[in-house]
């Protein structure tokens, strides 16, 4: 299985400030990486794709990075609806995996 | 526009068989670039992946519940369904359903691009 650790557990930033979440896999995953929202009482939400691809819909000022075992999601400038949890997923090697979640809180 | 709609009893008594069915609208099952999984959510934890199953059936489960789950598809409905015998408290998490696309030509993986709403199960007598 291929743990894939997300740091920090919780990022504490105000409105406009950017953000920088990082994911790493325990041994290469390639580009076979994606990105989720999750806010309180939702479904995740695909924000990005194969590592760097916004998905449909997605604002500009989320943007992925990396590949291998080394991967970045940065949030250019965050907006009050971007306090939210966000985990980065693997596909692959089976079983699929989830990193453990950023939490990006209001400071 | 698909969308994926989850539904079944939200409290399971211990050692009984959790059972539930997502149904997709708005498109085919039966797509070749799409694998139905099922992930859950345990109450304020991370998520974990269950398993998928494609169109033809083939599946995959997560070795850690692969014991104890099913995964079917029904083409005809529209319709995949998630079987976890054996429950315990354990196994109480809000369920989801979700499409995951890759295309297996190309090696080009599209993520979970759509999911259900999410169904809360709960384990107790």
Not at chain 1, 78 to 85: G, H, K
Not at chain 2, 38 to 46: A, D, E, F, L, T
Not at chain 2, 67 to 73: A, D, F, Y
């Amino acid at each position: 299985e291929i743990v894939l650790t997300q740091s920090p557990a919780t990022l504490s930033l105000s409105p406009g400030e950017r953000a920088t979440l990082s994911c790493r896999a325990r041994q290469s995953v390639s580009r076979y990486l994606a990105w989720y929202q999750q806010k309180p009482g939702q479904a995740p939400r695909l924000l990005i794709y194969d590592a760097s691809n916004r998905a449909a819909g997605i604002p500009a000022r989320f943007s992925g990075s990396g590949s291998g075992t080394d991967f970045t999601l940065t949030i250019s400038s965050l907006e009050p609806e971007d306090f939210a949890v966000y985990y980065c997923q693997q596909r692959s090697n089976w079983p699929l995996t989830f990193g453990g979640g950023t939490k990006v809180e209001i400071k | 526009q698909v969308q994926l709609q989850g539904s079944g009893p939200g409290l399971v008594k211990p050692s009984q068989a959790l059972s539930l069915t997502c149904t997709v609208s708005g498109g085919s099952i039966s797509s070749d670039d799409y694998y139905w999984s099922w992930i859950r959510q345990h109450p304020g934890k991370g998520l974990e992946w269950i398993g998928y199953i494609y169109y033809s059936g083939s599946t995959y489960y997560n070795p850690s519940l692969k014991s104890r789950v099913t995964i079917s598809v029904d083409t005809s409905k529209n319709q995949f369904s998630l079987q976890l015998a054996s429950v315990t408290a354990a196994d109480t998490a809000v369920y989801y359903c979700a499409r995951d696309r890759y295309d297996i030509l190309t090696g080009y993986y599209y993520g979970m691009d759509v999911w259900g709403q999410g169904t809360t199960v709960t384990v107790s007598s």
